[in-house]
């Protein structure tokens, strides 16, 4: 069974920092892509960033220079650095994961239940 825990959210001042970690279980985050979207009240879904199997990474242009994913292979986690915040950056964020095999062979998306970031002076 595959598990997606996410912590480290909560409220921080507009310039402040926070480290969300994604801790994965029934999976081995080097082999998947692991990415963080975030959800704001009354908006879509966003992607944030991603990181591969390949260390590869990709960010929203609203997070870069700002944010970073990284992995711990080891503790079998992926984090999401969070520097420079802004009230917009205000939203549940989500650790997503998915394997592909090929481009349009992949795992389904798994998904953890989400924590809570809030900017605000």
């Known amino acids: 069974q595959v598990q997606l825990v996410e912590s480290g959210g909560g409220l921080v001042q507009p310039g402040g920092s926070l480290r969300l970690s994604c801790a994965a279980s029934g999976i081995i985050v080097n082999i998947y892509t692991v990415a963080w979207y975030r959800q704001a009240p009354g908006k879509q879904r966003e992607l944030v960033a991603t990181?591969?199997?390949?260390?590869?990474?990709n960010y929203a242009d609203s997070v870069k220079g700002r944010f970073t994913i990284s992995r711990d292979n080891a503790k079998n986690t992926v984090y999401l650095q969070m520097n420079s915040l802004k009230p917009e950056d205000t939203a549940v964020y989500y650790c997503?994961?998915?394997?592909?095999?090929?481009?349009?062979?992949?795992?389904?998306?798994?998904w953890g239940q989400g924590t809570q970031v809030t900017v605000s002076s």
């Open positions: 997503n994961a998915k394997r592909y095999y090929t481009v349009s062979l992949t795992t389904p998306d798994y």
């Open positions: 990181i591969t199997g390949s260390d590869s990474s």
